[in-house]
């Protein structure tokens, strides 16, 4: 008799522990669903509220694109006072839409690393930092423009549309496509947000406090590269090669995030390479900037406040000198003139 009621008593025990445990379970499912929904509302009441807060169409800086592949693009003739936008909608001085003789163009596609929104002064930017310097060159009495066809937050697809309907039209010599990790999908802007938000905004809110660095990193990066986004960077790059197969003369340059332990701990140089291999499947010439910003100390440990997407001034230079390296090992410049020999051209009477 004993014994049945111990059992009895056992397995009632038994029980509440197990009802005990589905409501504990229920109720952080619960908490975990009410979470998750109020995130998502939360980012939506943001996102409605940026939408509100932006000026009239007029006063913007971006405005929405009638190319629903460019999604949204520079306002002409926009101005803050320290970043100034031309009549054709280029972060650029005014020029001409017809080349004048004796110029060599060369456009730049690219994102903000290019467009240089209100981030360093205009002629520190690597493609004016060319400019000036192969001016100063005596390369047979070229001229050298630098188009700036930049516009923040661009991805790959945006920069081929860019290339064909915008920068053709001044007749380049060259162009130059300036990409990025982040390039698979457009940067998240008030007009799209069309890269993966992760399995969930409570997800993104835990990694982002428990993890800030590997969460923007992942944030800036990898999210970009899922099967949508492979796809938009083969589209961009076999893009990229058609062009240069109907006779354009383009070149890529990847700039690296400028996180060290994105590549010493997580393997960012796998991103590199399709790029790379995306450039050679395209039959474009490719130019890698990571190694020479690594070894000239631009790629830190610091997380802030160092930008891990935009380089610094110094960075912005030795891109330049590379990129200006890179075109003259393809003699896809003007040749340099010869140096004159002692005596000559100096002004000098010789012996």
């Given at each position: 008799?004993g014994?049945?009621?111990?059992?009895?008593?056992?397995?009632g025990?038994?029980?509440?522990?197990?009802?005990?445990?589905?409501?504990?379970?229920?109720?952080?499912?619960?908490?975990?669903?009410?979470a998750?929904?109020?995130?998502?509302?939360?980012?939506h009441?943001?996102?409605?509220?940026?939408?509100?807060?932006?000026?009239?169409v007029?006063a913007?800086?971006?405005?929405?694109?009638?190319?629903?592949?460019?999604?949204?693009?520079w306002?002409p003739?926009?101005?803050?006072?320290t970043?100034?936008v031309?009549s054709?909608?280029?972060?650029?001085?005014?020029?001409?839409?017809?080349?004048?003789p004796?110029?060599?163009?060369?456009a730049?596609?690219g994102?903000?690393i290019?467009?240089?929104?209100?981030l360093?002064?205009?002629?520190?930017?690597y493609?004016?930092?060319?400019?000036?310097?192969?001016n100063?060159?005596r390369?047979?009495?070229?001229?050298?423009e630098?188009?700036?066809?930049?516009?923040?937050g661009?991805?790959?697809l945006?920069?081929?549309?860019?290339?064909?309907?915008?920068?053709?039209?001044f007749?380049?010599?060259l162009?130059?496509v300036?990409?990025?990790l982040?390039?698979p999908?457009?940067?998240?802007?008030?007009?799209?947000?069309?890269?993966?938000?992760?399995?969930s905004r409570?997800?993104n809110?835990?990694?982002?406090?428990?993890?800030?660095?590997?969460f923007w990193?992942?944030?800036?990066?990898?999210?970009?590269?899922?099967?949508?986004?492979?796809?938009?960077?083969?589209?961009?790059?076999?893009g990229?090669?058609?062009?240069?197969?109907?006779?354009?003369?383009?070149?890529?340059?990847?700039?690296?995030?400028?996180?060290?332990?994105?590549?010493?701990?997580?393997?960012?140089?796998r991103?590199?390479?399709?790029y790379?291999g995306?450039a050679?499947?395209?039959?474009i010439?490719?130019?890698d900037?990571?190694?020479?910003?690594?070894q000239?100390?631009?790629?830190?440990?610091?997380?802030f406040?160092v930008?891990?997407?935009?380089?610094?001034?110094?960075?912005?230079?030795?891109a330049?000198a590379?990129?200006e390296?890179?075109?003259?090992?393809?003699?896809?410049?003007p040749?340099?003139?010869?140096?004159?020999?002692?005596g000559?051209?100096?002004g000098?009477l010789g012996n």
């Open positions: 008799m014994s049945h009621s111990e059992a009895r008593a056992a397995e025990s038994r029980r509440e522990v197990l009802l005990a445990g589905v409501s504990l379970l229920v109720s952080l499912l619960l908490s975990l669903g009410l998750e929904v109020g995130l998502r509302a939360a980012h009441f943001y996102h409605w509220r940026v939408l509100r807060a932006l000026p009239p007029g913007r800086a971006l405005i929405p694109s009638t190319d629903p592949e460019l999604i949204y693009e306002n003739g926009w101005s803050n006072g970043f100034t031309n054709f909608g280029m972060p650029n001085d005014e020029i001409t839409l017809e080349k004048p004796g110029v060599f163009r060369i730049f596609v994102d903000s290019s467009a240089n929104f209100d360093r002064p205009r002629p520190e930017i493609l004016n930092v060319l400019e000036r310097t192969l100063q060159e390369r047979a009495g070229w001229r050298f630098a188009l700036n066809f930049g516009v923040t661009y991805g790959i945006q920069e081929l549309q860019t290339l064909r309907t915008r920068a053709l039209r007749h380049p010599d162009v130059v300036q990409q990025c982040n390039d999908y457009p940067t998240d802007t008030p007009y799209a947000q069309l890269a993966p938000v992760g399995p409570l997800w809110f835990v990694f982002h406090h428990l993890q800030p660095d590997r990193s992942w944030w800036f990066v990898e999210r970009n590269y899922d099967r949508v986004g492979l796809e938009n960077l083969r589209r961009g790059m076999a990229l090669g058609e062009e240069a197969q109907r006779g354009v003369r383009v070149v890529a340059v990847l700039f690296p995030y400028l996180y060290a332990p994105a590549y010493d701990r997580w393997g960012y140089q991103y590199h390479e399709l790379r995306g050679a499947q395209a039959g010439p490719f130019l900037l990571y190694t020479v910003f690594q000239g100390g631009f790629i830190g440990d610091r997380w406040p930008d891990p997407i935009h380089p610094e001034g110094e960075a912005h230079a030795v330049a590379e990129i390296a890179r075109l003259d090992g393809l003699g896809l410049l040749a340099r003139d010869p140096e004159p020999k002692v000559e051209g100096s000098h």
